[in-house]
């Protein structure tokens, strides 16, 4: 089975490796980049897809999302309208894990700095000092996916790993990782890493309180949405100078909120590269495929209504 | 028993904390900067102590180094003469250790670039691509005390890691590195970091046919010294540009070979500062003290000769 007309909104051709659109050419009769009222498929990244949007395409079957989130997808309606839509959860699982650990070890050694000095041939090493990971505690907010590969590096490294997470995860716990309660886990971590799920129960989990609650000079680092974290209460102690903040979603907020963090020197802004690697856009693109692919079989492993 | 006096030379006083040197002076009856032929201890880090200087201090029985290399010390004269020379065997080897997966990590992140990116406000993320170290294979060669921590925690990150050593280790085989010759191990790797005790046999044991085997877009880590390495070659595969090689150690270098060197983007010289951690710091200090605690309890953990 084949589908007759796929169109393209929310990404354009360099999106995907040629390789991949070749693979998705013969999955198709036509590929579009404008609508026609004919087309049973729908490629989609992060623009908004509403009853409107449906409704104007009565043949659609299937729709397909080159991200993680379906936030912008009307999921219920499609639904009812027996339309899948198919997501590319975790893709990126290990990019953004590794990504943890880039930026903290680039704080802890001060590599911005010592790349510089070296460039321009001082070799004294005076000025530098540097903490270890080892033997320090790490804790981690939220076992999934990300968590679990953050967890393993840091054991990796010698750190004493404490998690907390909605539900408890044996398979780490094994390795290493110690469940606690999340107050204890943020008053006791030297580094503190943020991995759950976002959803309303999550929305400022890092609320004023365990903010103020972090370990003095610990190193908190947030590669996910920063819905998570109460901005007020952070800002506020970003001003005592003494926690590091890390973060690299400064793309989703408010320019002013960026602002207003950024103007501490203990506060590191990152774009958005975490999820960037060579492996995570390979494999996201094979996921892509083979979603369509598997649907064309009638199986749907990523269908997310 | 204490000393009657120490002679403290190749450092000044801030090379120790003050509460290492109250603990000192509970060893010793007076502690002195310049020398007097009476003194029973001597203190020093890398300045130079061959027989005139030895012969100068009658009274010697004890040379303690601040320090792990000895070569500065002519050690045989000193057995000769019933002089003990301690060193500080392996104080910084988590540092070392960790400050690899800060500099392959910066490397694979463009964090350099990313940090000031980020401090301009542009948070496009555009044009940032990284690579991932699950996976991939990192090669060690040497699997002492700092190639073993390397190991440990390049298998946290989920990479194959083969190790060549003198001899075969056991305990880092059953946690999964492999054994390779070094030959193999070298065109196979896509991370290369090089831990071999330094001696006569180790010297160049990256010669030019194995610098030119290094797998093409490998990431080549040199925090050991450079005498490991035969230059000419390494300049030569530079120039080609199809590896990155990134070490620590100019400082130990003559200052033409590091602009030789450094003048290829994609080599990065960084100061000496793979040691420089807190926990380094005052674990060096503590084995110091603690070599002269044992020796006069007729005991001499880190001796030398």
Known sequence: MKFKKILVTGFDKSALDENVWSRIGKLAGKIVFEPTSDVDCLFSKFNKIDKKTIDSLPNLKYIGLLATGYATVDCEYAKSKNIIVTNIPGYATESVAEFV???????????????????????????FTASEIKGKTFGIIGMGRIGTRVAEI??????????WSRKRKKDIEKKGAKYQSIDILIRKSDFLSLHPNRNKETEKIMNEKRINAIKPWAVFVNVS???LIDLNALEKRLEKGNITFIFDHPDEMDKRDVKRLAKYKNC??????GFVSKEARILKQDIFVSNLENFLKGKSPNKVN
């Open 101 to 127: 650990f880039a930026l903290i070890l680039e704080t802890l050694r001060n590599l911005e700095k010592a790349k510089q000095t070296g460039r321009r041939g001082d070799f004294s090493g005076d000025g």
């Open 154 to 163: 840091a054991l990796g490294f010698g750190a004493k790993v404490l998690y």
């Open 225 to 227: 949405p920063m819905e």
């Open 268 to 273: 590191i802004v990152y774009p958005p590269i």
